[in-house]
Each structure stands twice: as structure tokens, then as C-alpha cells.
């Protein structure tokens, strides 16, 4: 399967344990844009100070586990290049008129014909087919 991950999957799935298991499935192929990727590179080791205030998880094991999301992200996730997007953006940006910013995924998705993995709704009725973490868990388990 070969799926286009949106921001929100890669920090909500790539610091789990069951998130990790799923990339490192070498059944599926992963891609993301450039911007998709430097948001989750800001926002990860973010959630990761934010969550030794409140979790009785170590944070040497945190790190652990930002370590292993910043690899799996460097050995799993294909980061298609802006220059190649611009062909598809007119396209993408007429599919997803309610936020326009997204528009870079979908290009993503339309280019490497994947479909979405994302729990942001703008994409519902873009034309491609659109998954949750739960539901693609349990129709494509790792």
C-alpha cells in the first residue's frame, strides 16, 4: 500500500510504539512533502518536552523514542522535492478548496498514486482514497 502521511500521523503515530511498527512495515511505501516534513521536525521534539511534564515515561526513553522516529523517517518516509509538486498544485489546490495549504500532500498523493493517511478532514471528497489510523490498522495491519 502506498499512502501520502499528513503532519498530524506523523507526530501522532511516529511516537508510539504500535506508530513505529506500522512504518517499519516494508508492505508499504510512505511519502510526504517537504513542508509536511519540516513541520513534524518542529513539532516533535516539542511534544516529546511536553510530554515528560506529564507522562511517568523517563526521558531518556522519550528520547529513545524521538531517536527512533527521526530514523524511521530517514529510512521509510520518501520526501518528494517542492520542484516536483508545482506540475500538480493547480490540480490539488481545485480538490481540497477548504484549506489550500494542504494542497502539497495531495499533489504528494497524486503524484506517487497513493492514497491519504491523515486525520484532517479537509481531505474527505478530494478524490483519493482517504484513511484513519484506526481503520487502516485494522484493514491493513502491520
Request: hydrophobic residues 45%.
Amino acid at each position: 500500500m502506498r499512502l501520502a502521511v499528513d503532519t498530524n500521523i506523523l507526530i501522532g503515530e511516529l511516537l508510539r510504539v504500535r506508530g513505529q511498527r506500522y512504518f517499519l512495515d516494508s508492505s508499504h511505501e510512505y511519502f510526504t512533502s517537504e513542508r509536511v516534513l519540516s513541520e513534524a521536525l518542529h513539532e516533535l521534539p516539542r511534544r516529546i518536552r511536553r510530554m515528560t511534564a506529564w507522562t511517568t515515561t523517563g526521558r531518556e526513553e522519550l528520547e529513545r523514542s524521538l531517536a527512533a522516529a527521526l530514523n524511521i523517517i530517514d529510512e521509510r518516509i520518501e520526501v518528494i522535492p517542492d520542484a516536483y509538486l508545482t506540475a500538480w498544485e493547480a490540480e490539488a489546490r481545485l480538490r481540497v478548496p477548504r484549506d489550500p495549504n494542504d494542497w502539497e500532500l495531495l499533489a504528494v498523493a497524486l503524484l506517487t498514486e497513493a492514497g491519504l493517511w491523515t486525520a484532517d478532514a479537509d481531505f474527505l471528497g478530494c478524490g483519493l482514497p482517504t484513511w484513519s489510523t484506526s481503520v487502516l490498522h485494522v484493514l491493513h495491519p502491520a
